[in-house]
């Protein structure tokens, strides 16, 4: 074998650092006992916030309809579709789980890739899981690597493109690490499927789907199907290009994997909702506990923030795609019911003539200012004036539960049982919880996904 090039005779090109080879023995080399303790612990905080978005997306329009879809067109027993426990082929319930891990966009994410690297990697971890029958030690590796990935593959894929490209474009590079870890392929075979998943991952223009929201939304669905698919193409023999590390314009950005953790520096959500509304939503909040505003003592909503929050529509939703990548939507529902989440963003409260009476009190400016600090930041302001004409402003809002003030295990297990126990029934959500928190002990994975099923 000659100089950048490893077994199996995949090639890459020589370079002063071949980066594809780093990120690929960080993959495979990469141990549970290796994790710092700190990395250890967000691991599994990952896993519980990622799994309750996912459970409760399958109780959403578009995770019925892909369950369905995954039945019809790629049935099979070598996995189960969570909640219903349906079998189906390995891209089928890669398939229908992806789409429901996103469908409440209520899952982490992470600020300079402006997505979503857990939706993207826990559904090729869950399949990959089942089909190798690993412990809980093997599949919580495989996430915290799939992670570091991630969040690597969606700088290098912004930094190469100008267009603002969604989460499953590079999501599929995660899900194909995370999965090729777990079923064991080879550097060479992993590096094939690395490279087929970049090559396969949607292309999708996020802005589009911003401005006309439909259910593909941030291409995580079909991202985390095309990640699977990969791997076993790859092991079936199918070769793929050049992985997407060599491409990286920064050297620290590969370099860094097992160095520095990024998986410490995601946002969690407290609301369904994009993460661009949320400093709107926090603001609202805020002036109502802190200066005793009541929803009927509201004249107008004003909202200062950066331009792409500014995109997010204003209308009337009439699903929930529109729920979510709107701004004035969770504000109103904010203020009325304390909370967004699926009690608000699907029927009956979602078409909520209250709601939409409110909606028409929020109006959006964007300035300058906000766009500066965009995307390392997320902030609004929001100024309220009454019907007695007082005016309240918030000052500057940072979105809630972002890297430098994180939930605490109390509040992430607070949220997964808001979310799974209406779809599970409390004690199972409380038990999967509990099971989550120690899942590295776990020998096999049969309790956890007897759980996952209602």
Known sequence: MGPGSLQHGYGWRTAPVNYNKHAIDFILNTRWEDLPERVQHQTRRCLLDALGALIAGHNTP???????????????????????????????????????????????????????????????????????GCSGKAMLSALAVGYEIGTRAGLIRHATYETYHSSGSWGAISGAAAAGKLMGLDAGTLGHALGAAEYHAPI????????????????????????????????????????????????GWVASLGKDWEILNLYFKPYSACRWAQPGVDGVLKLMREKGILPEDIETIRVYTFEESAALSTAYPENTEEAQYNIAFPIAAALLDGEVGPGQNLPPRLMDIDIRRMMDKVSIVAQPRFQENFPARAESEVEITTRGGDVHNSGIMGARWGADCPPDDGELAEKFLWLTGPVLGKEKAQGL??????????????RFFSLCIK
């Open 204 to 251: 999708a223009p996020m802005m589009k789907c911003i401005e006309v929201p439909g259910m593909g939304k941030d291409s995580i669905g079909w991202g985390c199907m095309v990640a699977v698919m990969s791997v076993v193409m790859a092991q079936k023999g199918f070769t793929g290009i050049n992985p997407i590390f060599d491409d990286t314009p920064e050297d």
């Open 433 to 446: 919880k509990n099971l989550v928190f120690d899942f590295d002990r776990a020998e096999d994975l049969e």
């Open 62 to 132: 578009v995770g019925g309809l892909m369950e369905a879809m995954a039945a019809e067109q790629f049935p099979g027993d070598q996995a189960r579709i969570l909640v219903s426990g349906t079998r189906v082929s390995a891209s089928g319930a890669t398939l229908a789980n992806g789409f429901a891990g996103n469908a409440l966009d209520i899952d982490d994410g992470y600020r300079p890739t402006m997505g979503h690297p857990g939706a993207c990697v826990l559904p090729p971890v869950l399949t990959a899981a089942q089909m190798s």
